[in-house]
């Protein structure tokens, strides 16, 4: 079993739509809980980390974590074709400095 | 402000070689971590480095090796090159613990 898993995609969704996407992971100690996206040939970028258990909303996106559950995911509202791009999810132990577990991604399709 | 630089960008190399890649840091960031991207493993953690010291390292043999200057500048360098070293290699600044990182656009080393 993977530390952090992903569903590989591609999750296909219309424009205007709402995109979920979701992350299990198995380590316990698991503190913080990141969202990267990576567009084709570029490199992640930092879109969204929640650290407590519940919602954390960001303009269109909104992180949720449920800790019991061992589960994390992200809704993108409104979804536009920019959106579309792989979505990693990583996550951090506690006093594990900046090493990071990422799952294998999920890729996002937003069709016009 | 300037963004993390990684030199080269792209390069390579013959099985056996060794190689050295090179990370710039955004400005006041401390905190240098390498991660490893192919198509099978995904993003792999290679090390951290923090104030001229390795602070964590992940599951690689120990060909693969880095280190920092004290001005937060990183190389990593991987020795006896194997074929299923081809990656892209992603080095990522921080200027906190936690994960919440920022990446450079990577060095694509190639093996043949």
């Known amino acids: 079993q993977k530390e952090v898993e992903q569903n590989s995609g591609p999750l296909s969704v219309p424009e205007g739509a709402i995109a979920s996407l979701n992350c299990t992971y198995s380590d316990r100690g698991s503190q913080s809980f990141f969202w990267y996206r990576q567009y084709s040939g570029k490199s992640p970028e930092l879109i969204m980390f929640i650290y407590s258990n519940g919602d954390k909303e960001d303009g269109r996106f909104t992180a949720q974590l449920n800790k019991a559950s061992q589960y994390v995911s992200l809704l993108i509202r409104d979804s536009q074709p920019s959106d579309s791009a792989t979505y990693l999810c990583?996550?951090?132990?506690?006093?594990?400095?900046?090493?990071?577990?990422f799952g294998g991604g999920t890729r996002l399709m937003v069709k016009p | 402000k300037a963004g993390v630089t990684q030199t080269p960008r792209y390069l390579i190399k013959t099985r056996g070689q060794q190689v050295t890649l090179s990370c710039s840091p955004i400005s006041g960031h401390r905190s240098v971590s390498w991660y490893q991207q192919t198509p099978g493993q995904g993003l792999q953690f290679l090390f951290e480095y923090f104030s001229e010291t390795q602070r964590n390292k992940g599951n690689f043999p120990g060909r693969f090796s880095g280190r920092q200057f004290s001005n937060s500048r990183s190389e990593m360098n991987v020795s006896t090159l194997e074929l299923g070293d081809s990656a892209l290699y992603l080095c990522?600044?921080?200027?906190?613990?936690?994960?919440?990182?920022?990446f450079g656009e990577g060095s694509r080393l190639t093996v043949l």
């Open positions: 990583a996550v951090n132990r506690d006093n594990a400095g900046n090493m990071l577990t």
């Open positions: 990522a600044s921080s200027h906190r613990d936690g994960g919440e990182l920022f």
